[in-house]
């Protein structure tokens, strides 16, 4: 199982270790890779997502349930502890807490969710990678959004204003983005059992064809962007992120019952690193910028080693 892994990630990491390359010689400035990650993110994954999950059967869909129970736990139940890591252990303000918090609780499902698990397990695979990916997009990248905002007009803000201008804008910009309402559009369609015509598919598909090559590329291009130190919060983030919500995540698997590849998708998910959204919302509200960065680094580079090992033991 570790070679068919090993064999399976082996030119997905050398793509990423391309767009590496690509950062440290500066071929691509920050500009040029914001536009990448637009493609990504407004395009390409919201095309593989929709066409992944309007192909799954009605029956297929409905049995990921308890996946989607057990992802929301795991991601609430890290996110919380996250919050408080930060506020009692660490002095973090709210707005600092909930980035890392977010570093915690949530997995790069955007970046290397698809490529990883589309290749260790088939593009059938992509329900649940648009499933985890919604979950996150839609709940608790806006939640971080809203606290960073009311973090930085603490006092700008009466509390019916902040709702207006923050809480409401926050949850309909997430509700609007094509990471959201694609995998979400298409699988009310799959519920409602209307087939999308094949025509439509096939420009889809080709479209998000070009996901795993092009995330992997970009997260290449991420990492390169940032400098990695190393602490003991650092560390703590990446303990929790890459050992503590895999393993936590593989007790809700058993205790919910869910047995065989999906299962195992559900661990996996949770054993990909921190998402490069926290890096992102930490360089816009500059707060936390150098710890988000430094736990994206660590995290992928723990990734190399640990996610064989969990491969074998969801297995």
């Known amino acids: 199982m570790i070679e068919t892994t090993l064999l399976v ?29 637009r493609v990504l993110v407004e395009f390409t994954l919201p095309a593989a997502l929709f066409t992944g999950t309007a192909q799954t059967p009605r029956a297929d869909l409905l049995q990921h349930a ?11 139940a890290f996110w919380t502890l996250g919050n408080i890591l930060a506020r009692a252990v660490f002095q973090h303000n709210a707005g600092e807490a909930v980035l890392q918090a977010t570093a915690i609780a ?42 960073l905002e009311m973090t930085r007009n603490a006092n700008a803000h009466t509390a019916d204003s902040k709702l207006r201008a923050v809480v409401l804008p926050a949850f309909g910009n997430a509700a609007r983005s094509p990471l959201v309402w694609a995998p979400v559009l298409a699988a009310a369609l799959v519920l409602m059992e209307i087939a999308v015509p094949r025509e439509i598919l096939n420009v889809l598909n080709f479209l998000g064809g070009i996901t795993a090559g092009l995330a992997m590329f970009a997260a290449g291009l991420t990492l390169a962007a940032y400098r990695l130190h190393v602490n003991f919060e650092i560390g703590v983030n990446t303990f929790l992120k890459m050992i503590a919500q895999p393993l936590a995540m593989l007790a809700l698997v058993s ?30 509200y500059h707060t936390y910028q150098s710890e988000a960065s430094s736990t994206l680094v660590l995290t992928s580079l723990v990734l190399l080693v640990m996610l064989p090992v969990w491969r074998i033991v969801a297995g």
């Open 255 to 284: 205790l919910f019952g869910i047995t065989g590849v999906r299962g195992q998708e559900g661990v996996l998910l949770c054993a990909l690193p921190t998402p490069v959204l926290s890096t992102i919302l930490a360089t816009r």
């Open 106 to 147: 949530f997995p790069n499902t955007g970046f290397m969710g698809v490529p990883i698990l589309s290749g260790l397990f088939g593009t059938a695979s992509v329900v649940t990678v648009a499933i985890a990916t919604a979950l996150g997009t839609l709940v608790f990248i806006p939640s971080a959004v809203i606290v």
């Open 9 to 37: 990630l082996a030119p997905l990491f050398f793509v990423m270790g391309v767009g590496y390359f690509a950062g440290r010689i500066k071929q691509l400035d920050h500009h040029q890779m914001a536009g990448i990650n």
């Open 66 to 76: 308890s996946l989607i129970a057990a992802l929301l736990l795991v991601y609430l």
